[in-house]
């Protein structure tokens, strides 16, 4: 007997792996693997979760009006004009379905989120990684390969695993120099944590082109990964694209609801801000002393780099902070095997983490 065959492209994928969570016979680990938000969730969003208990019988709204409604206001966006998904990784696969298949070719960045290629081998699509330049995206890189074939470009910016950003100023410079059949995706995943004045989300691009997507999530300074939830902002004939594809119910009440509450939580998001600006200086500050490279500017991690790849190997630093119950995220297939990438935590995390990465290097 034969077995369905899949599409071109599918078995050539590698699935993504997730941070790990635990250590065998470890009791209390740290776990610093998957930059999930340092505070946790907003106790009013944790309240308003548990009281969708009640009415998990009852379909969600499936336009989730209320939330589009609040982000709007929040960010001064057109409501009309933002598609709410499950995860913003359901939004990146529903615009390389609605936007790229055989024959087409989508462009990432060299160290960019893996997710990419993954959606645009899913649907039949070449992804082409673009070399990076110092570990920021390189616009005249990205614009010279950019060709007929393009459909996609993937932008994570500010850019995960590096860490690294480019400022307003070289995004319009890429939307600029692009042909107009290429959307630009800006993933600003991580944009809650930059307060630098050259800095832009990317939606007054969305505003300004029609060529321009921005998409959001509520899984990091939010620290609501667990529900799945993220949004899009789009020009009106993306989101029209969005909405058709998109299932009816694509977003849990008990996620709709834990959004709400965590956006308008304001103070709370603040104190989450400040205490990741404060230890991801202290932590970066540490471990340049340690004599280890740091290049992250922004966000809520740190691409931490062993440069005495034969004496302190990024492997061995890594089976030395699990001996510790320590867990950080290998970073080799980003194509970055001498670095780990490290969640910014809570002091009675950060300080252990810097404390076993010291004991490891005198080693």
């Known amino acids: 007997m034969s077995s369905p065959i899949p599409k071109p492209g599918i078995l050539d994928i590698s699935p993504y792996v997730g941070g790990e969570s635990e250590i065998k016979g470890v009791d209390r680990v740290i776990k610093l693997a998957s930059n999930e938000g340092a505070l946790g969730p907003s106790p009013k969003a944790m309240e308003a979760y548990a009281k969708e208990a009640a009415t998990l019988h009852r379909y969600p709204d499936g336009s989730a009006s209320k939330l589009r409604s609040a982000l709007a206001a929040a960010y001064g966006l057109d409501m009309n004009r933002i598609v709410c998904g499950s995860g913003s990784d359901e939004l990146l696969d529903m615009l390389a379905r609605a936007y790229a298949g055989p024959g087409d070719e989508v462009l990432y960045t060299q160290h960019g989120f893996l997710m990419y290629p993954i959606a ?53 410079r890429l939307r600029e120099g692009l042909p107009d059949h290429v959307l630009l995706v800006i993933d ?38 667990g529900v799945r939830l993220g949004w899009a902002y789009c020009p009106a004939s993306v989101a029209d694209i969005l909405n058709r594809l998109r299932g009816p119910f694509n977003v849990t009440s008990p996620a709709l609801a834990a959004g709400l509450a965590a956006l308008g939580d304001i103070a709370f998001t603040d104190e989450v801000r400040m205490h990741t600006a404060k230890w991801f200086d202290w932590t970066k500050e540490q471990l340049i002393g340690l004599g280890l490279e740091v290049p992250s500017e922004v966000g809520n991690f740190l691409l931490v780099r062993f440069p005495d790849a034969k004496k302190h190997p990024a492997e061995a630093a890594d089976d030395f902070l699990k001996s510790k119950g320590l867990i950080v995220r290998r970073m080799a297939g980003y194509g970055l095997p001498d670095c780990l990438r490290m969640t910014i935590g809570r002091e009675d995390e950060m300080r252990p983490l810097v404390e076993a990465l010291k004991e490891f290097l005198s080693s």
């Open 188 to 225: 600003a995943a991580y944009a809650e944590y930059v307060t630098r004045n050259d800095y832009s989300s990317g939606s007054q691009l969305v505003d300004e082109y029609d060529n321009v997507v921005m998409t959001r999530t509520f899984s990091k300074i939010f620290a609501l990964g």
């Open 120 to 172: 645009a081998m899913g649907v039949g699509a070449t992804p082409v990684a673009v070399a990076e330049k110092n570990l920021h995206a390189d616009v005249d890189a990205l614009l010279e390969r950019a060709c007929d074939k393009t459909k996609i470009l993937f932008l994570a910016n500010p850019n995960n695993p590096t860490g690294t950003y480019l400022p307003d100023s070289e995004i319009r």
